[in-house]
């Protein structure tokens, strides 16, 4: 299928036609909350204007608290299935950068062997739409991670802003007939092709890029630099650059037990709270801020890159943005590949 | 509702401290005073020994009301238990009608030994006070209970 | 500014120099505008890094807990000094191993407010001017007066010098006295109604990350309460159920030890707002106790000691 056109005017109506079908996830400049994620009633609530969301969209396939099951205290090992959610989803709006991040969760959670029952679940029903990012922001990095303003990774399609217009590419087959099925798009001319590479080469040219290429070498050897002591020492030890971070995916799972019913639910968890590690014994095998910080970068940044061929950072720039002591992960990566690294 | 409220009968968890109010509420069974059946007591060593998250334990746990009750002051047997437990519970009370909950929620006294009397009317006021602001939800925590 | 800039440089220099100290905590620039980030300097490392601004927004006193023994210098504003105090009185730091540099400040500014002048829009570069802050965003520029953009406790602070330090740099700061109650007394105006429902919307926009607990310099514990698993005061969810909780005692136990520095409402990504909670129990803690957190490092915190005619009234 080609490239089609769809006018912008016409995209809450695209959308509102959708609502039948979908329950639909779009950014939300909410009162209180910001710009975040949100399950929306109405396209007046849609949000558009470009600086990405506070919280990632990953909890439409993840959430942070779910129940995986119930059981009853009565009888023995009455398990009682939970109420899975099975209604299909649409997230419009989404970025490149956290729809590939999608891809991302996916690798984790959908390995073939293990397949989370849950995640899988919500991601087959859901479909992505992404829109290119044509005004990024100064924390975005994706370009140094792999991604791109205009990357079609995990999306089903992709708009891209041109103006009147938004140009979209259909990038899978739920794409391609969730196009099919409405009369707003038309084929893509020449001319909205032109419009379209034009912002796809503006973005790009915005976006910043710093060299990593040493990075691999010196994670290779560098459990034990001195480095390590330095980078965390301002670094208070909170949750919001693993909690925030689209493709951050660890998890910890706990009983929670009333009276005569109890539930097993999974919660997020980070491995920058103390509690990650700490062992039934009392010891922690990573005892101090210094492990913690340690371990978060060697697996973005190694070990899902030895198991996974990919960084698990997609340069979305929220741990930079929303970090309360402005522990920079650029300048991390930046401190690692370059000689700042001291020597091993 | 209207049914389940008649139905409903008040869970009052009341801390008593072992020197005075424990023995207060024992004067009070031994004297065969009638008073309502809706606390359920724990004894404590002294009303300092109350950590304002035991209260707040009770109160996601589903009970409907919180008693602690400990000495007079100046009575305390371990001098000034009481004392400092007073302060911890003020800020408390303050705080959680602040936040909005109902203040006949979590409530105090001091009961003697000798007060089998007053404990009964304490018991009594307080049952009292529950019933009319009816089953506590705002800090219990549901957990799945089968539908 | 400047000026104060350069004399806590030379006199970083001079404690190095004369071997008073082994580490000193200060700010340096930020990687983002508006900002800058605590540094840990030693002896070998370049004075001139550090900075003094209104975007000095970090706690400081938070890392002394990381250096227990060593000889630490830090740049301390009134509330850090403070802190300081409680954290002597609490025999978390020792002050012989201790130089405070105490600092007059002006208060930080609030990027969540400059966020809402901007329409949201991303702030591309900042600079500090003597009336106020030039901030440029979306390819134009706008001159900020810094009233409209202090932080919400420095609005109210009552002490913007260091309260008590070893060595002062600069001129201290007129200290107008202001009624940092105002907000809390309206609230209590309202119904318990309203207040439940004001108290469960902030709750609600909790993640959990506990970046608020991890920022204060009064949390800490060994073991949160809230990280113990046995007992298991309360459960780990992100869901209001467990969360309030949580904020319900994280407030109760800086109950004569918050001095209102706001870093817990700074590092909140989701913007709760906490000092609801914690300017609450400040205010009792005067009204019940006479006492003020850090004012006086004398004074014993509210809860290790009473006086016979402490309020009662609440008690049958």
Known sequence: MEEQVIEKKDIKSWIEGLFADYEVYAPVLDEKKGKVYKKVESTEDINLEFLNSKNSPKDIYFPQTERLFSFSRKDEMGLIPPHMDDKKKIVFGIRPCDAMAFTMLDKVFVSGENNDFYFIKRSENTLTIGIGCIKPDSTCFCKVVGGEPSSEEGLDILLIDTGKEYVAEPVTDKGKSLIEGSSFFKEATPENIRLKEEAITNANEKIQEFDISGLKERLDRGFDLPVWAKIHEKCVGCGICTFLCPTCHCFDILDEEGKEYGERIRIWDSCQFPLFTKHASGANPRPTGKERMRQRIMHKFKYFVENNDIFACVGCGRCVKYCPVNLDIREVLKSLAGDGGGKS | MEDNKAEWEPKIVAFLCNWCSYAGADLAGVSRIQYPPNTRTIRVPCSGRVNPLFILKALQNGADGVLVSGCHPGDCHYLSGNYVARRKFAILKSLLKYIGIEEERVQFSWVSAAEGGKFAEVVNEVTKGVRRIGKATKLVKEIYNGN | ?316
């Open chain 3, 1 to 316: 500014m400047e000026t104060n800039e350069n004399e806590i440089r030379l006199t970083v220099k001079k404690l190095f120099d004369e071997d008073k100290i082994d580490i000193l905590i200060g700010y340096s620039p930020g990687t983002l505008p508006l900002r800058t980030s605590p540094v840990f300097l030693r002896k070998e490392d370049d004075v001139e890094v550090l900075v003094w601004n209104s975007f000095c927004e970090n706690t400081l006193s938070n890392y002394l807990k990381n250096y227990k023994d060593k000889r630490v210098g830090i740049v301390a504003k009134g509330c850090d000094s403070r802190l300081i105090n409680l954290l002597l009185l609490e025999s978390q730091v020792k002050k012989e191993n201790l130089v405070v540099i105490g600092v007059p400040c002006r208060g930080v500014i609030d990027r969540k407010k400059i966020d809402k002048i901007t329409g949201g829009m991303e702030v591309t570069g900042s600079e500090e001017k003597e009336d106020g802050i030039l901030i440029f965003f979306d390819g134009t520029d706008k001159k900020v007066t810094k009233a409209d953009i202090l932080h919400d406790s420095c609005m109210i602070c009552n002490y913007k010098n260091a309260v008590s330090s070893d060595i002062f740099i600069g001129e201290k700061e007129k200290e107008e006295k202001v009624d940092p109650y105002n907000k809390i007394r309206e609230m209590e105006e309202n119904s318990t109604d309203e207040r439940w429902n004001y108290f469960n919307k902030e709750i609600e926009k909790c993640i959990r990350c506990y970046a608020c607990r991890n920022v204060c310099p009064m949390c800490y514990c060994q073991e949160c309460f809230v990280d113990c698993t046995d007992p298991e005061w309360f459960g780990k969810t992100a869901e209001i159920k467990d969360t309030k909780m949580f904020h319900i005692v994280r407030a109760y136990h800086m109950a004569g030890r918050c001095v209102d520095c706001g870093a817990c409402v700074k590092a909140c990504p989701m913007d709760v707002d906490l000092r609801f909670l914690t300017k609450k129990i400040e205010k009792d803690v005067l009204e019940f106790f006479a006492y003020e957190a850090g004012v006086k490092d004398d004074e014993p915190p509210p809860f290790t000691t009473f006086k016979p005619e402490d309020p009662q009234e609440f008690i049958r």
